[in-house]
């Protein structure tokens, strides 16, 4: 029996055509193409949460993302020989550059002048041509779309086209399958094509399932968007980039207005610290964009819900240099370090005082910087600025409390 039930309301023309017998025929169109990215449950993040967690790893798909489902589903019907072009940032270029790979198709990319080197390096790698010069990625997406009509070119949108959707709605139905007593799918949004897929699809066939979408505070465009009624924009300022959209489009905005239950908005200080716990716990290298919906678990906001949660992990390309600084930032902000200015008397012995305590209180020391010059001080004391590594904010305020019980005066830097 045929499930041709449409996933929006006929009062909207792009959700009507949109059908969970589209996302049944992508899931087989995928085959062979795509990699299973099996769900798993995390014995660590449940204990941690009080509650089931399961983690969908697409940061262990090909191309290194969950862009892959959508591209290769929209570029299939274009044929070989077809031209394609897109704009982005790194994980939708690398999924189009691979679809067209695959399907014998030629793909030039718009790419940002920043864009990560090891994102620009792996679409080249693809075969893409790759052009860059925008400062963002919706000036890579303007120009894409200039591109495609001036030389015939079809424009491979991130989101904003049915096909787009339907292939990332296909994790959705494999959620569905993976997931015991599936209670709620915790999604990222940027501009909203895989949690407009996923909704769709896993609202047809469990309605009972709660969809939680997540954004970056710095790129909050869904947010607004759903409490003005239309798509608007916003000026994105985040660390997240694979999800720093100005604007969701018309179709995505429909889906998950009609389809999600709730949308949430975490910090880049929360992003880094489910970063920093994927890499810990899950041993997961997953960039901000994919840690996002994990921040928005941790922080403890979310409501209780019954059933397992599902947390779609989305992307994992992320420039060596930027995860160790994003690594340092988790660090600082779960208070797994302390950076204290200690002020002392500038004599012999000082420095050595200072160290036998921090050695009895059972610190490690990081780094220290002596200053007697360039600083605000009387002639007769000294500056030193030292770092040590704590366990947690409660240990920091508590290393800070016993030093200054000892008689040392030191001011708390970060």
């Known amino acids: 029996m045929s499930d041709e039930r449409p996933v929006g309301p006929a009062a909207h023309a792009p959700t009507a055509s949109f059908s969970i017998d589209r996302v049944d025929a992508a899931r087989r169109l995928l085959r062979g193409v795509i990699r299973a990215t099996p769900s798993v449950r995390s014995d660590s993040l449940s204990r941690k949460l009080s509650r089931d967690v399961w983690l969908k790893p697409e940061f262990r798909q090909r191309t290194g993302s969950f862009k892959i489902r959508g591209a290769y589903t929209m570029q299939s019907a274009l044929g070989p020989g077809a031209a394609v072009v897109a704009g982005s940032a790194g994980n939708h270029a690398q999924g189009v550059a691979l679809a067209?790979?695959?399907?014998?198709?030629?793909?030039?990319?718009f790419m940002p002048v920043n864009a990560s080197l090891p994102k620009v390096q792996a679409t080249r790698s693809y075969g893409a041509e790759v052009i860059l010069g925008s400062d963002t990625v919706d000036d890579c997406l303007d120009s894409a779309r200039s591109f495609a009509a001036e030389h015939g070119a079809t424009f491979v949108p991130p989101f904003d086209h049915p096909d787009i959707v339907v292939g990332q709605a296909t994790i959705g139905l494999e959620l569905i399958d993976e997931v015991p007593d599936l209670g709620s799918v915790l999604v990222a949004i940027g501009g909203g094509g895989l949690c407009a897929g996923v909704?769709?699809?896993?609202?047809v066939r469990r309605p009972d399932v709660r969809i939680i979408g997540v954004v970056a505070e710095g790129a909050a465009s869904m947010v607004e968007s759903l409490a003005a009624g239309e798509p608007r924009a916003v000026e994105p300022r985040t660390i997240a980039d694979g999800i720093a959209l100005k604007a969701p489009a018309q179709?995505?905005?429909e889906l998950i207005r009609d389809h999600v239950d709730e949308v949430v908005a975490v910090s880049d200080e929360a992003i880094s610290r489910a970063m920093l716990l994927l890499v810990e716990r899950a041993k997961a290298v997953v960039e901000p964009a994919g840690a996002a919906p994990l921040a928005a678990l941790l922080d403890g906001s979310l409501r209780a819900m019954g059933g397992a949660t599902a947390v779609i992990l989305g992307g994992g390309n992320v420039d060596p240099l930027l995860l160790s600084k994003l690594i340092e930032h988790g660090l600082s902000a779960a208070g797994r370090y302390l950076v204290f200015r200690a002020v002392m008397t500038d004599r012999p012995g000082s420095l050595a005082s200072l160290s036998e305590t921090l050695a009895e209180m059972g610190l490690n020391v990081l780094d220290v910087e002596h200053h007697r010059t360039g600083v605000r001080l009387p002639f007769s004391q000294v500056e030193m600025q030292v770092t040590v590594e704590t366990r947690d904010h409660d240990h920091r305020a508590s290393v800070l409390a016993e030093l200054t019980g000892r008689g040392f005066?030191?001011?708390l830097v970060e």
């Open 100 to 109: 067209a790979s695959l399907l014998g198709q030629r793909a030039t990319i």
């Open 199 to 203: 909704a769709t699809a896993v609202k």
């Open 251 to 253: 179709l995505t905005f």
């Open 409 to 411: 005066h030191v001011d």
